[in-house]
């Protein structure tokens, strides 16, 4: 048979995933400018944001004068309080709609920023501690609103067929400003020679271009639609979702605190509890590129490592594998995916745990070893991240896919609340600063004066094992967290 008889049976000729994935775009020319209006502002919010988390624990300590543990319980607040923010500020953003939120959380951001560049000119005092923290506080739900802004701006001008277009393309440019963020660092502090707090003079830039775009571009806050679809989602959306909070309330008045505890113990919204504490450890990895990296970098490289082009890696690895692999890997099973994709961001951590060789250069190993794992780690990533939300829908039931959906960060909050605590005495333990004029970590590393157990890379083997043993434990039950599932294979669509 010819190739050309073959096309003609077949429905023509197959195009190649990658090329389908960004013909699959095209569909984005219905939007209106509202859509790309927020994936500027997307992306320019990334870039600020971004370089400003990267680089936090390392300004709360050389600039503002926190011990490591002090900056650990100040991250703590600062991260909790953000994700406490994330379950109520997505009302905030419905009640004002996206336009004037924006301009709220960017004038609250710009207030934020300003109060923390004054701080780093302060002298050392309780007036300086408490603009810092007063600053982090108020930056906290402005970050918050900030997400909820995207998640509804990204369905409300995207048509049903276009959203998943939206969507795909919000997450490249979010990482594009990721990556553009960690460059951020370095142009600032080596090429510039200006203190890293200055993350913020950029950031305060930034936000008034923000509401420069949302002045200019932003007028239409109205649903989107396509043809057919507005009568169509209305009957699909009525009394769909009524939250977690909601939904656990009611289940109380219908069934009594007692029954409803057991029917939740027997539902897959427990399946869904335990396989996220087992995962823990694996997203909080990417938490600790902002908590524990950026420290462990400059003490065992040096004061010129180059952790914005570290933290940079990632997101453009991310990036390139966005449109390589991604539309490959919806052909497989979401749960073996997902485990298969936590395992390799598990393992990823064992190249921070090996020690260098006798006589190797500290600062280049670290280097040569720090990419090895951040290349495995964005492997798994791109694989297990987006398996997560498709299995946590695929066992919701209908109409419950919100309330799976909030759950699931329940777990996170606490995980990541004990991280960012503990964390500080990690690096206070295993990679001290050493005062002035003392070698550091990597060069008494180099010099054989400190043993493995008194080493940095405890603090890897640490934080390894917790992930590894989580995801192991979560292949062992196998069979009971994919009984209810609704599809074991995953959609195009939700990928």
């Known amino acids: 048979m010819t190739k050309e008889k073959h096309d003609e049976l077949s429905g023509g000729p197959k195009e190649s995933l990658v090329v389908k994935y960004f013909k699959d775009f095209a569909v984005l020319k219905e939007t209106r400018r509202e859509y790309w209006g927020i994936q500027i502002i997307n992306m320019l919010d990334c870039l600020a944001y971004f370089a400003l988390l990267n680089i936090i624990v390392v ?3 050389d600039d503002y004068g926190y011990s490591d543990k002090e900056a650990g319980y100040v991250f703590t607040v600062f991260t909790s309080l953000t994700t406490i923010c994330l379950v109520f500020f997505g009302l905030v953003t419905d009640k004002l709609g996206v336009k004037n939120a924006t301009y709220l959380a960017m004038v609250g951001y710009t207030v934020a920023r300003a109060d923390l560049l004054i701080a780093a000119y302060m002298e050392p005092g309780m007036l300086r501690h408490v603009m810092v923290v007063g600053g982090l506080i108020l930056m906290a739900p402005c970050m918050a609103m900030v997400q909820t802004i995207f998640q509804t701006a990204n369905r409300r001008f995207t048509t049903k067929k276009s959203r998943g277009a939206g969507f795909n393309l919000w997450y490249l440019f979010m990482n594009i400003g990721a990556a553009g963020g960690g460059f951020i660092i370095d142009i600032l502090y080596k090429d510039l020679g200006l203190p ?20 200019l571009m932003i007028k239409n806050t109205g649903q989107l639609y396509g043809p057919g679809e ?3 989602e209305e009957a699909e959306g009525k009394g769909k979702e009524i939250g977690l909070i909601g939904a ?7 069934h009594g605190l007692d029954q409803a505890a057991k029917r939740f113990f027997r539902s897959p919204l427990w399946k869904l509890t335990v396989l996220i504490f087992l995962l823990l450890g694996v997203r909080c990895v990417f938490l600790n590129l902002s908590l ?17 082009a570290l933290q940079a890696f990632n997101p453009i690895l991310v990036i390139i594998g966005l449109i390589l692999f991604i539309p490959l890997l919806h052909r497989f099973k979401i749960y073996n995916m997902l485990i298969f994709g936590a395992l390799i961001t598990a393992l990823s951590m064992i ?44 066992i919701a039931p209908k109409g419950q896919e919100g309330t799976y959906l909030g759950l699931s960060m329940v777990p996170y909050f606490l995980g990541k609340t004990i991280l960012a605590g ?15 004029g003392e070698p550091t970590v990597g060069e008494r590393i180099a010099a ?26 979560a292949i062992y039950f196998k069979g009971w967290f994919t009984k209810d599932m609704a599809d074991s294979k995953s959609e195009t669509a939700a990928a």
Not at 248 to 254: S, T, V, W
Not at 293 to 300: D, I, S, T, V
Not at 380 to 393: D, H, K, M, N, V
Not at 422 to 436: K, L
Request: aromatic share 14%; glycine share 8%; net charge negative.
């Open 248 to 254: 656990a309330m009611a289940a109380i008045r219908e």
């Open 196 to 215: 890293r707090f200055h993350v913020l003079s950029f950031a305060l830039v930034l936000g008034v271009l923000c509401m420069a775009v949302n002045f």
């Open 448 to 473: 054989g004066e400190v043993g493995y157990w008194d080493s940095p890379y405890v603090i890897w083997l640490i934080l390894g094992a917790w992930a590894l043993v989580g995801v192991l434990a």
């Open 230 to 232: 507005e009568e169509e």
């Open 351 to 394: 190249f921070l745990v090996i020690p260098p060789a006798q006589g190797w250069d500290v600062a280049q190993f670290t280097y040569i070893m720090t990419i090895c794992f951040l290349l495995v780690l964005t492997i798994g990533e791109l694989i297990w991240s987006p398996r997560l939300q498709e299995y946590t829908a695929s």
């Open 422 to 436: 503990v964390s500080g005495h990690m690096i206070a333990r295993w990679c001290p600063e050493y005062p002035e």
């Open 292 to 308: 524990v990296a950026p420290k462990f970098w400059l003490r065992m490289i040096g004061d010129d490592a180059s952790i914005g």
């Open 59 to 61: 300004m709360l300590s």
